[in-house]
């Protein structure tokens, strides 16, 4: 349990989350998350997301001053809602109550990451990596195991009863389920490293085939046994660097009870790809994914890869929802495909705030953005990500956030 020498920091900082939670704004942006997300062209949201928190510290705002390992977390996450709030809120959401994600267990697949790594910050948490080939044979493949998902409902308790004591009175504590953020592709890169990937693509399709057709079924039995375990979560803020509210989940035809894959949002990704053809992407990646996909209620489909030649084949499938649009994507051609059919996850470029933040340049490349979503009816959202520095200079982050408000004042 968190000691009580520390619940009058934490219970001090969780009034000021709450004041945010119930300044009305924050049901404006909730609503216009949803109506984005039901295709209705509105005002776009602006999300700033995966940070480089390690070197935006200023006035200590961030710095933890709890000791025990679960009160430095829930400090953690307090102080970094108020950080956000006060710098570059953006259009944020601060949530009427303190989340804890439900407890599982994850027997795995047999095998562990094997690397080296490289870095230039010891603090950062992005690195290069070197991945060791493991599964470069069907033999091997065919070792892998099915995971055992195992829900922990003691430890759930547990962490409601030490979140609460702290919080009795000021935020009710939320019990939440958890996201599907299907990566097949990214996991086979760790277990194998790109370059060997695309070589057998050409070199031993057989292999590729086998490999990700197994992977799939891993996934497929991941997620019904999280189904079944109640560990589903249709009542998402954000789906990996996403706004995730939406009024068509759950389905129709949910009563109550556990949320069901057909209740809940889809994420898949295949960065992998961006060096590959499209027609390898529908090979080796969509045409597994597809199934898999279908079982969901909507699904979101992209991550730092250009999509626009992919999108025949993403059109294939039925609940597609959500594209992402990276910055090296053509976004002309991915607009003019989108239309009001899905909405357009557009990413501006991060390498903006690493540097000297070019004001001009980013008002331009928001406003082209702007102009293709509006000249083709697409419903959109900026969600900056992907920010592994800021150059140590947390202004930058600062001004793109005032920068693109600006910007999209300038529409509407």
């Given at each position: 349990?968190?000691?009580?020498?520390?619940?009058?920091?934490?219970?001090?900082?969780?009034?000021?989350?709450?004041?945010?939670?119930?300044?009305?704004?924050?049901?404006?942006?909730?609503?216009?998350?949803?109506?984005?997300?039901?295709?209705?062209?509105?005002?776009?949201?602006?999300?700033?997301?995966?940070?480089?928190?390690?070197?935006?510290?200023?006035?200590?705002?961030?710095?933890?001053?709890?000791?025990?390992?679960?009160?430095?977390?829930?400090?953690?996450?307090?102080?970094?809602?108020?950080?956000?709030?006060?710098?570059?809120?953006?259009?944020?959401?601060v949530e009427p109550a303190y989340s804890i994600n439900k407890a599982f267990d994850n027997s795995g697949i047999g095998i562990e990451i094997e690397q080296e790594t490289l870095s230039t910050d010891a603090a950062n948490r992005i690195v290069s990596h070197r991945y060791e080939d493991q599964l470069?044979?069907?033999?091997?493949?065919?070792?892998?195991?099915?995971?055992?998902?195992?829900?922990?409902?003691?430890?759930?308790?547990?962490?409601?009863?030490?979140?609460q004591e702290v919080l009795d009175g000021i935020l009710p504590v939320r019990l939440r389920g958890h996201q599907i953020d299907y990566q097949a592709w990214d996991d086979i890169a760790q277990f194998r490293g790109v370059e060997n990937c695309l070589i057998d693509m050409l070199d031993r399709p057989e292999l590729i085939h086998r490999t990700i057709a197994r992977f799939t079924e891993i996934g497929l039995a991941q997620y019904t046994q999280m189904e079944a375990q109640g560990l589903l979560e249709a009542d998402l803020a954000a789906l990996h660097s996403t706004p995730a509210y939406c009024d068509e989940l759950p389905a129709a035809d949910y009563t109550g009870g556990p949320f069901r894959m057909k209740d809940v949002w889809f994420r898949g990704r295949s960065q992998l790809f961006s060096s590959a053809s499209p027609d390898m992407r529908e090979e080796f990646d969509l045409q597994y994914m597809r199934p898999l996909m279908s079982r969901f209620a909507l699904s979101y489909y992209g991550c730092c890869d250009p999509l626009e030649d992919a999108m025949p084949f993403l059109k294939q499938a039925p609940?597609?929802?959500?594209?992402?649009?990276?910055?090296?994507?053509?976004?002309?051609?991915?607009?003019?495909?989108?239309?009001?059919?899905?909405?357009?996850?557009?990413?501006?470029?991060?390498?903006?705030?690493?540097?000297?933040?070019?004001?001009?340049?980013?008002?331009?490349?928001?406003?082209?953005?702007?102009?293709?979503?509006?000249?083709?009816?697409?419903?959109?959202?900026f969600v900056l990500k992907d920010i592994s520095t800021v150059g140590r200079r947390p202004d930058n982050l600062f001004r793109w956030a005032k920068v693109a408000t600006e910007v999209v004042d300038r529409y509407y």
């Amino acid at each position: 349990m968190i000691p009580v020498a520390e619940h009058a920091l934490l219970r001090d900082l969780a009034k000021r989350v709450a004041d945010l939670s119930a300044d009305p704004v924050n049901q404006d942006r909730v609503a216009r998350i949803r109506a984005t997300n039901g295709l209705k062209p509105v005002r776009p949201i602006i999300w700033i997301d995966e940070l480089p928190w390690h070197e935006l510290n200023i006035n200590d705002e961030l710095t933890l001053r709890c000791e025990s390992a679960s009160g430095r977390a829930m400090e953690e996450v307090f102080r970094r809602i108020l950080f956000r709030w006060a710098h570059f809120q953006v259009d944020m959401v601060v949530e009427p109550a303190y989340s804890i994600n439900k407890a599982f267990d994850n027997s795995g697949i047999g095998i562990e990451i094997e690397q080296e790594t490289l870095s230039t910050d010891a603090a950062n948490r992005i690195v290069s990596h070197r991945y060791e080939d493991q599964l470069d044979t069907e033999e091997s493949v065919d070792a892998l195991l099915t995971p055992v998902i195992t829900a922990r409902p003691d430890l759930d308790e547990q962490h409601i009863a030490e979140a609460q004591e702290v919080l009795d009175g000021i935020l009710p504590v939320r019990l939440r389920g958890h996201q599907i953020d299907y990566q097949a592709w990214d996991d086979i890169a760790q277990f194998r490293g790109v370059e060997n990937c695309l070589i057998d693509m050409l070199d031993r399709p057989e292999l590729i085939h086998r490999t990700i057709a197994r992977f799939t079924e891993i996934g497929l039995a991941q997620y019904t046994q999280m189904e079944a375990q109640g560990l589903l979560e249709a009542d998402l803020a954000a789906l990996h660097s996403t706004p995730a509210y939406c009024d068509e989940l759950p389905a129709a035809d949910y009563t109550g009870g556990p949320f069901r894959m057909k209740d809940v949002w889809f994420r898949g990704r295949s960065q992998l790809f961006s060096s590959a053809s499209p027609d390898m992407r529908e090979e080796f990646d969509l045409q597994y994914m597809r199934p898999l996909m279908s079982r969901f209620a909507l699904s979101y489909y992209g991550c730092c890869d250009p999509l626009e030649d992919a999108m025949p084949f993403l059109k294939q499938a039925p609940n597609l929802r959500k594209v992402g649009c990276t910055p090296w994507a053509n976004a002309r051609s991915l607009a003019e495909q989108v239309g009001g059919n899905y909405v357009l996850a557009c990413k501006p470029n991060p390498a903006a705030v690493a540097l000297d933040l070019d004001e001009p340049a980013l008002e331009r490349e928001l406003s082209t953005l702007i102009e293709l979503c509006l000249e083709h009816g697409c419903p959109y959202e900026f969600v900056l990500k992907d920010i592994s520095t800021v150059g140590r200079r947390p202004d930058n982050l600062f001004r793109w956030a005032k920068v693109a408000t600006e910007v999209v004042d300038r529409y509407y």
